[in-house]
C-alpha cells in the first residue's frame, strides 16, 4: 500500500512538473511568433508599382504580416493588383478586388484607398500611407475613422516647411520654387496643401508656384513651364501619379530638387525628406492583423509618422554639378554616394 501510494505521489508530481514547464515555455515565446487563429485569410494588394524585386516597401508590409504569424501560401492568400501611376485604372482594379469577396484590401496610397471605398463600403481597406486621410474624405477623423477604412496617413503639422527649409539650407540662393503636385484627389487636400505650402514659403522669403500633374506624360510639360517661371528649385510633393523617372526629367534641366517620399531615393533623387515608408509599411500589417482577428476599421484610429529620414544622393548631385553642403550632410540619415 506504501509503495501504491509512494508511486501516485511519484506520478502527481511529475504531471505537475510537466504542466509547470509547458505554461512557462508558453509564456517565454514571443507573442508574434504565435500563429493566427486557425483561418485562411484573403487579402488584396493594390499597390502602385510593380518591380522586381518588389519594393522596400512592400517588402517591409509582408514582412509585418510575417511577424504577425500571416505566411502566405500556408494561412494566407494575396491577390496583387498594381495600377502604375495610372489613376485612371484604379475603379476597375478596385472593383475586381471588390469581386474577390476577400477579407481586407491593402492600399499603398490615399488615391488607390478613394478609389477601393468607392467600391465597397463593408470590405475593411487598411492603407500603408495616404496623403491626408481627413481632407481626401476618406475617414471622418484621425481618432474616429467610421466606415470601413483605417491605417496610416502621411501628413503631420510643419512637413512642408520642414522640407521647404531643408531645400533652402542645401541652395541659399534660391528664391523660386516650383512646386510639382496633383489635382486634388477628393475632398480639399488640394487646397489645404497649397495654402501650407504658400505660408511656409513665405516664412522662408521663398516664392512658390504650383504646377499640377495629373498623370506621369504631364510632368515634362510643368518642368517646361517651371523653367520659364524662371524656377530655381524643385519641391515634388506626396504624389502617386508622379513616378521616378521625373528624377531624370529635373537632372536634363539641372536644377537642384527634394522630394517628399522615400521611394524615389534608389531612383537618384537628390534630396528626400519625409516619413520613413518602411516604418509606415510595417505598422500597416498590425491593422491588417487586427482586422483578421475581428477588429473593425471604423474603431481603429489612423496614425501619424513617427519616424522621418533626409536622403541626399551625392552622386547625383556630382553629375548634375551641385554640391552639398557639410552642414545638411551632417544631418542626413542615409548619404547614397
Known amino acids: 500500500m506504501v509503495r501504491v501510494?509512494?508511486?501516485?505521489?511519484?506520478m502527481s508530481e511529475n504531471i505537475f512538473g510537466l504542466a509547470l514547464s509547458l505554461m512557462l515555455f508558453a509564456l517565454c515565446v514571443p507573442a508574434q511568433a504565435q500563429q493566427p487563429p486557425g483561418k485562411l485569410a484573403r487579402i488584396g494588394y493594390l499597390g502602385n508599382e510593380r518591380t522586381t524585386p518588389v519594393t522596400p516597401r512592400e517588402e517591409a508590409f509582408f514582412q509585418g504580416l510575417r511577424e504577425q504569424g500571416w505566411i502566405e501560401g500556408k494561412n494566407l492568400v494575396v491577390e496583387r493588383r498594381y495600377w502604375q501611376n495610372r489613376v485612371d485604372r484604379l475603379p476597375a482594379l478596385a472593383d475586381e478586388l471588390v469581386r474577390l469577396k476577400l477579407d481586407v484590401i491593402v492600399t499603398t496610397s490615399g488615391t488607390a484607398a478613394l478609389a477601393a471605398k468607392k467600391a465597397t463600403k463593408t470590405i475593411p481597406i487598411a492603407m500603408t500611407a495616404s496623403a491626408d486621410a481627413v481632407t481626401q474624405g476618406l475617414v471622418a477623423s484621425l481618432a474616429r475613422p467610421g466606415g470601413n477604412v483605417t491605417g496610416l496617413t502621411n501628413?503631420?503639422?510643419?512637413?512642408?516647411?520642414?522640407?521647404?527649409?531643408?531645400?533652402?539650407?542645401?541652395?541659399?540662393?534660391?528664391s523660386r520654387v516650383?512646386?510639382?503636385s496633383?489635382?486634388?484627389?477628393?475632398?480639399?487636400?488640394?487646397?489645404?496643401?497649397?495654402?501650407?505650402t504658400e505660408?511656409?514659403?513665405?516664412?522662408?522669403?521663398?516664392?512658390?508656384?504650383?504646377?499640377?500633374?495629373?498623370?506621369?506624360?504631364?510632368?515634362?510639360?510643368?518642368?517646361?513651364?517651371?523653367?520659364?517661371?524662371?524656377a530655381e528649385a524643385i519641391f515634388v510633393a506626396d504624389c502617386t501619379v508622379i513616378p521616378p523617372s521625373t528624377i531624370d526629367l529635373i537632372a536634363k534641366i539641372k536644377l537642384p530638387a527634394i522630394y517628399s517620399t522615400a521611394r524615389f531615393a534608389e531612383a537618384g533623387a537628390l534630396m528626400v525628406y519625409g516619413p520613413n515608408g518602411i516604418d509606415l509599411a510595417r505598422r500597416a500589417a498590425i491593422y491588417v492583423d487586427k482586422i483578421l482577428k475581428?477588429?473593425?476599421?471604423?474603431?481603429?484610429?489612423?496614425?501619424?509618422?513617427?519616424?522621418?529620414?533626409?536622403i541626399v544622393n551625392l552622386k547625383t548631385a556630382k553629375q548634375i554639378g551641385l554640391t552639398i553642403p557639410p552642414n545638411v550632410l551632417a544631418r542626413a540619415d542615409r548619404v547614397i554616394r
Open 5 to 10: 501510494r509512494r508511486e501516485a505521489k511519484t
Open 155 to 174: 501628413i503631420t503639422p510643419d512637413l512642408i516647411g520642414k522640407q521647404l527649409e531643408l531645400l533652402k539650407e542645401a541652395f541659399p540662393k534660391t
Open 178 to 180: 516650383a512646386v510639382l
Open 182 to 196: 496633383c489635382p486634388s484627389s477628393g475632398g480639399t487636400v488640394g487646397d489645404k496643401r497649397k495654402s501650407e
Open 199 to 230: 505660408a511656409a514659403a513665405r516664412a522662408l522669403n521663398v516664392r512658390v508656384k504650383i504646377f499640377e500633374v495629373s498623370g506621369p506624360e504631364k510632368v515634362e510639360s510643368a518642368l517646361r513651364a517651371a523653367t520659364r517661371d524662371r
Open 294 to 310: 475581428g477588429a473593425k476599421p471604423a474603431d481603429l484610429p489612423v496614425e501619424q509618422p513617427t519616424k522621418f529620414e533626409l
